[in-house]
């Protein structure tokens, strides 16, 4: 069973034009994380939530909104989207945000090019 | 000072001999420290965790931990072809957890 899925793998899209990420962990763990990996593979993280709640929430442009409708989901909505949104964005989850948040559990990726 | 840093590499190890990666942490209140491997398309995968001063061992891993000097390194006995990956370095500063930009770490067959 996968522990922590997102959907898409890929997404190719024009510039300007609005897209999702979902992801969802399967593991119980009540914090999850959005990061961004760019080109030269520095992971930055982006927001994370605990328990639906939005704990941290990085310097990223508003066109980026996270939504948790549950403690198992958290999706990335992305509005007019530009040639440096693309990367390869990672979905993360811990038992935690304390701590021993840094023990994450990390979807597959979505990798994101805006043409 | 760059919160956590890394050498970037390449570093180059020999099958069998001892790989050893190293990180500095810019915050003195740190508490908690994490390896991750991430093979070259994949995602990050948690190798080790460590909270407190000295080793932690974990099979061919052994994590360090000096929180006076604030440094943190990782050590891979007998090392494997399979072990070449980039290794991430990741500090809890401020209760968010802060990456390196990794070690690419290359074994030699």
């Known amino acids: 069973d996968t522990a922590v899925s997102q959907t898409p793998k890929y997404l190719v899209t024009q510039m300007g034009n609005d897209k999702s990420i979902k992801c969802e962990q399967n593991?119980?763990?009540?914090?999850m994380y959005w990061y961004k990996q760019d080109s030269k593979k520095f992971l930055k993280i982006m927001f994370s939530?605990?328990?639906?709640?939005?704990?941290i929430n990085e310097t990223v442009p508003n066109r980026f909104s996270p939504k948790s409708p549950d403690k198992a989901h958290l999706n990335l909505h992305i509005n007019s989207l530009e040639l440096g949104d693309s990367a390869v964005y990672f979905c993360?989850?811990?038992?935690?945000?304390?701590?021993?948040?840094?023990?994450?559990?990390f979807g597959p990726g979505t990798r994101l090019t805006v043409l | 000072q760059k919160e956590v840093e890394q050498n970037s590499g390449p570093l180059s190890v020999p099958e069998g001999a001892i790989a050893s990666l190293n990180c500095t942490y810019s915050?003195?209140?740190?508490?908690?420290f994490f390896w991750y491997r991430q093979y070259s398309g994949k995602s990050p995968e948690l190798i080790m965790s460590?909270?407190?001063?000295g080793d932690k061992e974990d099979g061919r891993f052994t994590a360090q931990l000096n929180k006076a000097s604030q440094y943190v390194s990782l050590l891979i006995r007998d090392s494997q072809p399979s072990d070449s990956a980039t290794y991430l370095c990741?500090?809890?500063?401020?209760?968010?957890?802060?990456f390196g930009k990794g070690t690419r770490l290359h074994i030699l067959p």
């Open positions: 993360a989850s811990s038992q935690n945000s304390g701590t021993g948040g840094g023990e994450q559990f």
């Open positions: 593991l119980g763990h009540d914090t």
């Open positions: 939530y605990n328990n639906k709640e939005l704990i």
């Open positions: 915050d003195r209140g740190s508490q908690s």
């Open positions: 460590i909270y407190s001063n």
């Open positions: 990741a500090v809890n500063i401020h209760h968010k957890i802060i």
